[in-house]
């Protein structure tokens, strides 16, 4: 599948053409933005694949990793952290869990539920990550100088 799109021009000439209510409310600069975020997630997305992680897993991993020490909290407070529904969590924690990223320790608090912890394995991977991550970004930022 080719994931070439037409260029920001064309979309606005295609608006002009035969949309003009939407060529007259639509911002080039905003669709720049947006196509701009589309490439950095993309790309985001195919780095992470190279350390065997998905987006998602990332975001929970790096929300752990940004806990004190032992890099513990509650789901409820990863969903909080990362905008993400309590279902969308679970999943990823099974992933993370089958992997060894993380742990499920008891709850001291309350004896009715589990926290979720960061292992040695996953502070190793989510650091990994960053790194790949922190050099992807900064070649895409000095593409724009």
Known sequence: MDDRRISIDELRQQQQ????????ASKPALLRFLRLSDYVLREGARTLQQV???????????????QPPPHTISPTELCRALLIS???L?????RLQDQ????????P???RSLLVALTETGKQRVEA???ELMG???????MLD
Request: proline share 4%.
């Open 86 to 88: 309590s279902g969308g």
């Open 109 to 111: 608090s309350d004896g």
């Open 52 to 66: 065997n992680l998905l987006s998602a897993e990332f975001d929970v991993l790096a929300a752990l990793r940004r």
């Open 90 to 94: 679970t999943k990823v924690l099974y």
């Open 136 to 142: 992807l970004h900064h070649r895409q930022i000095n």
């Open 17 to 24: 053409d035969n949309w003009p209510e939407m060529h007259a």
């Open 100 to 107: 060894q990223l993380i742990s499920r320790p008891n709850n």
């Open 129 to 131: 990550a960053t790194v």
